[in-house]
């Protein structure tokens, strides 16, 4: 069978786990990162022509897979405590125990059943992105972000009403967060990242699908004393290097995840996100400011940081700093090279030191220099733009 000219680019291909045209090769590459399944050939006189691309973000698995030939028929049991998402690139036939079926549209998402078993036939050529996780680990998430200690397990199908926020969030992220990881560096991706990630897709799937939870996430914040952001700034100083997200943030103060971003607003105007991706900015700038000779120490320094695209850090960056990292590494090291031979006692030529070279470094245009945490202005106010 012909793709045709509809047929799009595999999603995940720098993580390819398998193609072959053998159904077993192909269920078994599948199910370790999906849910238990049965898999039966619609015409099992034609050979497939199957791809399978994976991989493991946390605790949230994805996989795509497209089966060609004249496709599969998907079977799949009940999934009780295990979530799964199926995100079709194309309409994909759906059919449950009780004989009722549809047809999901294209990329909507569509969650398995965890009391009925499940019949689906994707497209044979435009495939299917499957995102899977537990539902433990939903309800977990569920409870750093309301700031409870525990929420009971979450059901996702069969549930009336709308989601907390639009149903657009969960495609959204899923396809910002394949496009980060088609491009990721072959080394593998850095534990900050893979956090952030992980978040991301944890987040988009309780507020972007309807649930037995649900409620919960558009009741009214209750407010906490904003005493508590000098504590919430200190804890993500020490911490910015860890691979830590804004669950941990809300945790480091004793609060829920919307209650930090209360908090994150009204002191700073940033949310937590931007609060955290610009403390790693600066000791990134510090790392570039303080860099010696290397082939790497930009992408070093963008991967301490957390980031996996390099253009996204040079954006941020010059977002921040008014400058591209390459300019700060230029203008640290000509101002190393004027540097004068450290005296006795330990202390640099006449003035103490070079800024930017061995102390601070400097704020573009002037100013104050930046350090590390919030930059500010001199009126004290958080430096928007993170």
């Not at 269920?27 to 493991?56: C, F, I, K, T, W």
Request: net charge neutral; hydrophobic share 35%.
């Amino acid at each position: 069978m012909d793709p045709g000219p509809d047929a799009r680019p595999p999603l995940l291909a720098s993580h390819q786990r398998v193609v072959s045209d053998d159904i077993g090769v192909l269920h078994s590459a599948v199910e370790p990162l999906a849910v238990g399944h049965d898999l039966q050939s619609r015409r099992p006189d034609l050979p497939l022509d199957g791809m399978v691309n994976g991989l493991s973000v946390g605790a949230v698995n994805l996989v795509w897979v497209r089966y060609g030939g004249e496709g599969v028929i998907v079977e799949t049991p009940p999934t009780e405590g295990e979530f799964a998402m199926c995100a079709p690139n194309a309409p994909m036939g759906v059919e449950y125990r009780t004989g009722t079926g549809h047809d999901t549209g294209q990329g909507s998402s569509l969650v398995l059943s965890h009391d009925q078993r499940m019949r689906m036939t994707p497209d044979p050529y435009l495939g299917c992105l499957v995102i899977a996780t537990t539902t433990g680990r939903l309800a977990d998430h569920l409870a750093d972000h309301l700031g409870e200690e525990r929420c009971p397990p979450l059901r996702f199908h069969s549930v009336d009403g709308p989601p907390a926020a639009s149903p657009s969030l969960v495609e959204r992220t899923w396809r910002h967060v394949c496009d980060v990881l088609d491009h990721a560096a072959a080394g593998g991706i850095h534990p900050l990242a893979a956090r952030s990630l992980e978040e991301s897709l944890l987040t988009a799937l309780l507020l972007g699908l309807p649930h037995t939870a649900t409620a919960s996430l558009v009741e009214p914040v209750r407010r906490s004393p904003h005493h508590l952001a000098g504590l919430i700034e200190d804890w993500v100083q020490a911490h910015h290097h860890r691979p830590i997200g804004v669950t941990d943030m809300a945790a480091s103060a004793g609060v829920g995840v919307r209650q930090l971003q209360v908090i994150c607003r009204d002191q700073w105007g940033l949310t937590p996100t931007q609060l955290l991706r610009g403390v790693r900015l600066d000791h990134a700038r510090a790392a570039l400011v303080e860099a010696g000779p290397g082939p790497r120490v930009i992408s070093d320094a963008a991967g301490a940081a957390g980031y996996l695209h390099m253009s996204r850090f040079s954006a941020h960056y010059r977002q921040r700093f008014g400058e591209t990292p390459s300019q700060t590494l230029s203008r640290a090291r000509t101002l190393q090279g004027r540097k004068p031979p450290r005296q006795a006692g330990g202390a640099s030529g006449a003035g103490g030191g070079a800024s930017g070279a061995g102390g601070p470094a400097p704020r573009p245009g002037g100013g104050e220099p930046w350090r590390g945490g919030i930059s500010r202005t001199p009126g004290g106010r958080a430096r928007r733009g993170v």
